[in-house]
């Protein structure tokens, strides 16, 4: 033990043992192309055992915000780790890829093994939904960066493609269908107005809210959905088009990222389900409608082009693989987003 060290703010007993308890954790997650165990100084992957011809690595970079603020009030951790690896993975499934391994970074200001330990448990069971590795991260002890019991995350996910099956949206037409899949609420965009409102309304998040049908911390601390089974069913069909991940700056901003120039979206927001969450931010907080859809995802976390004589195969297959899809949108030779009865 490094006595001087420890009187400068930095455990390192804490943190071996932080790392001795996340082992178990990163065991779920291995994959066969993997050739290091947790500890060595990289993560190695064989992507010849994976026999492909020309493969593209696909890499997504992503945190999760200021939602931190509501695990550190209510203390619960065990699924902002869940979080981070959507918040990457559903980056890459966009294009394409199959998600192959994960890294993530935690820094905090004094390590508390049981509660680093729940982080990564949640790291971990998003890793095994997304059906990648936890092949290695970092935790950093950091006193004086971070206040007593907070902390950030990070995360760093890649995934591989096919070259001939990568997926870029050059080919959507006018006349594509949008298909868009459930979010299972705020996700981890958004939690500056989010807390903005709360605040403003003197709420806590252990307040029972009627409209949501729980404490307001559980509506908003669900985990973000992650996409892996869902995008896998669609491109097995070989029909997609395009994908869009909704995130930060909501339909407006993401949409447009998967269209080729020229192109936009008319969507209908009757068809499919508001969300109570939605319903109530906008109701409580005041906030237009074309505001909800600039911030939030207002209930479709995923997108997917796809041809018109295409939808019904689509469709489909995404049934068998348990996931409900709603005919959202439509192309359109007119650039933009547009809401209707919000934008027009």
Avoid at 2 to 15: D, H, T
């Amino acid at each position: 033990m490094s006595l001087r060290y420890e009187q400068a703010g930095v455990n390192l007993e804490a943190g071996y043992e932080a790392v001795s308890r996340m082992k178990r954790h990163v065991a779920r997650t291995m994959r066969p192309e993997v050739m290091t165990g947790l500890g060595s100084f990289g993560a190695m992957i064989d992507l010849g055992s994976m026999q492909m011809k020309h493969p593209i690595l696909v890499s997504g970079t992503d945190g999760v915000g200021t939602k931190l603020k509501l695990a550190f009030a209510l203390d619960q951790h065990d699924t902002i780790g869940i979080d981070c690896v959507a918040m990457c993975v559903n980056d890459c499934l966009v294009h394409g890829a199959e998600p192959l391994y994960f890294l993530d970074y935690i820094a905090t200001g004094k390590a508390d093994p049981a509660k680093l330990e729940r982080i990564v448990a949640g790291v971990a069971e998003g890793c095994v939904q997304a059906g990648c590795a936890l092949v290695g991260g970092e935790t950093a002890e950091m006193p004086g960066m971070y206040p007593d019991g907070e902390y950030d995350i990070a995360g760093f996910a890649v995934g591989v493609v096919e070259k001939e099956a990568l997926i870029d949206g050059r080919t959507i037409e006018a006349g594509n269908i949008v298909l868009g899949l459930a979010s299972s609420g705020v996700h981890s965009n958004g939690f500056s107005l989010v807390r903005h409102i709360v605040e403003a309304q003197g709420l806590a998040y252990t307040d029972e809210i009627a409209m949501l049908d729980t404490t307001l911390g559980n509506a908003l601390l669900l985990p973000t959905r992650i996409y892996s089974e869902a995008a896998k069913a669609a491109i097995s069909t070989g029909l997609v088009q395009g994908m869009a991940h909704i995130t930060g700056g909501g339909f407006y901003e993401n949409v447009p990222r998967m269209l080729p120039e020229g192109l936009g979206v008319t969507f209908d927001a009757s068809s499919w389900p508001s969300l109570p969450v939605f319903d109530w931010l906008e109701q409580v907080g005041h906030v237009s409608k074309q505001e909800m859809f600039n911030v939030f995802n207002m209930g479709i976390g995923f997108m997917i082009a796809v041809r018109p004589e295409d939808v019904a195969t689509v469709e489909a297959a995404l049934e068998r693989a348990g996931e409900t899809s709603h005919r959202i949108g439509k192309v359109e030779a007119k650039p933009g987003v547009r809401v209707m009865g919000v934008d027009q």
